[in-house]
């Protein structure tokens, strides 16, 4: 089957768990991971493109291992998918759940077509097995998650949302708004990061005038680390100019790539603000500024600093995903893995990393058990489709460049998948 039906298949089965609640709710989610997981195994395994078709052959030559844990996943995604299409069905909801059922019906049934191949080649009896003991154990590591997780939302506290109370401050949202514009889409890398900075600076007065996060971190380190990159640009890229159509034909060796990364991708962190940093800067609602930074100028002008920092990066984004995980934060996961895809940003993570940064824009911070945030809005069911796409994407490019630390990043949102819709149902 052609390589693109593999990530779209979760996609829709994410949507179908949206417009559902309950366990059937979670069982999409979980059957949406467990599938997508599966098929980027393959996909990862072979190095097909996005819009590759896998050759039966090619499977064959993968380890059995591989095959059969990849096969298992795949049955254990469709299998949960039909069970939310069940339940979603017998859910007395109203006309959502009816067609979460049909989706989640849909999303089962290519499901099953797609994974019969490859559960033939890897062998039947060794592909069932491998289902039942990947079940098994999840369902033993979630619960001991689970039960740590509500033992520390006893001592937890909602967040504030600096969204909420911007309303008659149309100076500061109109210099946020023109900030970010530049940041992300700026012509030059001095306009680029003059956005960024005032963009931090206006979030900053904001937040402020909330009573909150009276130290200005966010504007001091953007200013501070984009300063320093954009000083030494200008320097090093001479005659040929910082535009950034032309910021990968600037003479920066690695050397150089190495020194400046670091200096753009902390001020890319403060804007994506993930656990535990979102106590200390405004965000995550400033995640796209800091894809934009790390993909603009990191992967696009400095990419061999993009490679050489990613094994210390990332290992910092599989910690911000399990921070978020356990504080019931769905804003927070999706900056995380915007900031994750980043660093991996071959094949589908640059894209994949945008999308997720999109997210926190669209679903306000809601602690488990907030009032409210069991509303099934259109802006919920679109969060959850952009997520589910990024996460996918993101899954694709990272899966290419850091094998352990993507599983353990997605084992984080499996359980976020269980723990998070138990508020948002």
Do not use: K
Not at 43 to 71: E, F, K, M, Q
């Amino acid at each position: 089957m052609p390589s693109i039906l593999s990530l779209l298949l979760p996609v829709a089965l994410g949507v179908a768990g949206a417009l559902a609640s309950g366990f059937s709710r979670r069982a999409a989610w979980l059957g949406a991971i467990a599938f997508g997981l599966g098929a980027a195994g393959v996909r990862v395994a072979l190095r097909l493109p996005l819009a590759g078709t896998a050759d039966p052959l090619w499977v064959g030559s993968l380890p059995p291992a591989s095959l059969r844990i990849d096969a298992a996943l795949e049955i254990l995604g469709a299998t949960l998918a039909a069970a939310a299409g069940l339940l979603a069905w017998r859910n007395p909801g109203g006309i959502a759940p009816r067609l979460g059922s049909g989706l989640a019906a849909c999303s089962a049934a290519g499901m099953t077509l797609a994974l019969f191949p490859l559960a033939r080649t890897a062998g039947w009896p060794g592909a069932l097995a491998a289902t039942v003991a990947i079940a098994g154990g999840a369902a033993l590591a979630g619960s001991a998650c689970l039960a740590f997780a509500r033992a520390l939302a006893r001592q937890g506290r909602a967040e504030r949302d600096v969204r909420h109370a911007i309303r008659g401050r149309s100076g500061w949202i109109a210099a946020l708004a023109v900030g970010g514009a530049l940041a992300i889409a700026g012509p030059h890398v001095h306009l680029v990061f003059g956005g960024a900075v005032l963009a931090a600076i206006a979030a900053q007065a904001l937040s402020r005038g909330e009573g909150s996060r009276a130290l200005p971190v966010l504007p001091v380190l953007a200013a501070g680390a984009l300063g320093f990159a954009g000083y030494y640009l200008q320097v090093i890229a001479g005659s040929t100019g910082l535009s950034t159509d032309a910021l990968s034909e600037a003479p920066l060796s690695t050397a150089a790539q190495a020194l400046l990364l670091p200096a753009i991708a902390a001020a890319a962190l403060g804007f994506m603000a993930p656990w535990p940093l979102h106590r200390v800067v405004p965000g995550p609602w400033l995640a796209p500024i800091g894809a934009a930074l790390l993909l603009r100028i990191g992967a696009e002008g400095l990419p061999a600093g993009i490679e050489g920092w990613r094994t210390v990066a990332v290992p910092l984004g599989v910690l911000g995903t399990w921070g978020a995980a356990m504080a019931g934060r769905p804003d927070l996961l999706a900056a995380a893995g915007a900031w994750m895809a980043a660093f991996a940003h071959e094949s589908g993570g640059a894209a994949g990393a945008m999308l997720l940064s999109i997210v926190p824009l669209l679903r306000p911070p809601t602690a488990p058990g907030a009032e409210g945030s069991r509303r099934r809005g259109a802006g919920f069911i679109v969060s959850v489709a952009l997520g589910s796409l990024g996460a996918v994407l993101a899954a694709d490019g990272l899966f290419r460049a850091e094998v352990v630390y993507a599983t353990a990043a997605t084992a984080a949102v499996a359980f976020s998948a269980v723990y998070i819709s138990r508020a948002h149902t």
